[in-house]
């Protein structure tokens, strides 16, 4: 079973091909989502939800296509809900 | 050399263009503000062949909005006047008017055959030989981009006077100006009648019987949203495509309940506004998941995603009845008013 860093680094990559190279930030696990999602338009953010269920086959929760403004989930967040779902399966 | 930009800043409603761009120039005049939070509470869903359309009524807004002075040309009568669309379309804007047109926006978009849009031209730079133009076409949000003169010519004249579909097929192209000469002051007793109208799902075409207009049948207010399930199901059987852009608009409703929220409260006809405005901000991000539930169906085809959706819908539905119901009752306190309907008994 992959490590958590592993789901951090795949989810990294994949946000650094979205977006372009002048707005790359350096992304890391305490990275808040919120942070990444306002460097993308809706339709991008949208897209970008769907790769990442395309890229671990899961379902992702509704929330990351909602108003992210208040919230407080990060990069490794996400990849401990990754991980946890795919341990599941 | 000359040169000229009119006033536009990025709007907060976004749905369609009329209201984008309406939107955008009305945002750098706050005396207009007063007229746009006491309008833009009717919700209609028109029920075309294929999609449900779904706007504030009345639109097109700039045809009734007191605050712009609008002047309608016929295409034959500005090529009576004028030999070349650019230099009319820059002294047009050197006289503080914005201009919406219909353009082949294949002379500028990346699209091998005809394609009219209309389109808000609000600036220009002479040296430069470009028009500064609002539209959702350039990245498919709405945005400002630049076209050449020699693109605009070809995208004016690539549109025929037959073929020219915008103000009902009549065609032409309209200039506005900001009117600041106009007057108008909030009027909370029309704000709560059309939300008892909204309640109710009332057509508040049968009070203003002149601000009416040809369209397919639609539903009002409230009973949007029953349609909008109804339409859930048309694209769950293939019957229909789906479509953001009805999200949209309910969301940029939702937007402006907010801005309405705050105004209000600001102007002391809200005894709880805070309270109103944490059960809108609810409403209006149910709204936002519901629309980009739909773009991520568009890219899955996941039927579930439609149900939540439907669920989503029922709850706005739900949610913004015992908010209105509030927000009337509220209302109703600072106002010279009864409610009126039963909605109002609260």
Known sequence: MLKKHSYVERIQNLIHLKLEPCDNQPISADTLLREVWIQMDSMQMITFVVELETEFGLELPDELVGNMTGSHLTVGDLADLIKSSQERV | MRSKILPMQYPNVTSWQWQANTFAALANYPLAKPWIMTHFIPLQLTLNEGSSYVDFYRTPTFEFCPWLLRQHLSRQL??????DICTFLMDCIDMNNYIYVLLDQAQFLDFKYFFSHDSFVFGYDEERCIFHIADFTFTGKYSFAEITFEQMRRAYEG???DGDWLYAGKGGLSLFQFNDRAA????VNYVIEQLEDFLNGRSPSDKYREM?????????GISVYEELIFEMNRIRIGQNAEDSRPFQVIHDHKILMLERIDFMDQAGFLEEGKKLKVRYQTIADDALMARNLIVKYSLTK???????VEVLIRRIQVCEQEAMEHMIHNLSRASNM???GEMGLV
């Open chain 2, 338 to 340: 009864t409610p009126t």
């Open chain 2, 78 to 83: 500005v090529r009576h006047f004028n030999k």
């Open chain 2, 212 to 220: 009416g207009y040809m369209t397919k049948p639609c539903v009002w």
């Open chain 2, 159 to 161: 549109v025929e006077d």
């Open chain 2, 184 to 187: 108008y002051d909030f009027n």
């Open chain 2, 302 to 308: 996941n039927k579930d995603t439609l149900d939540k």
